[in-house]
């Protein structure tokens, strides 16, 4: 995970859409406001929606 200031962020957008797409990169845009964000793949996203789906599909462990 790398984090980057938002301003850079929007500089180099494209070169951050692409890192994160071709080397499965995550970002943290920090803004000012400290409302961050977090920029990753749509697969790494749907990787993650499953685990979490499968997580709730089990049973609880006692």
Known sequence: M????????????????????????????QRESGKHVVMMSLDAYNAIQKEIYLAKQQPEKL
Not at 12 to 22: G, K, P, V
């Open 2 to 29: 790398i984090a980057v200031t938002s301003g850079e962020f929007l500089k180099e957008f494209t070169l951050y859409a692409d890192r994160t797409h071709e080397e499965k990169e995550t970002f943290i845009v």
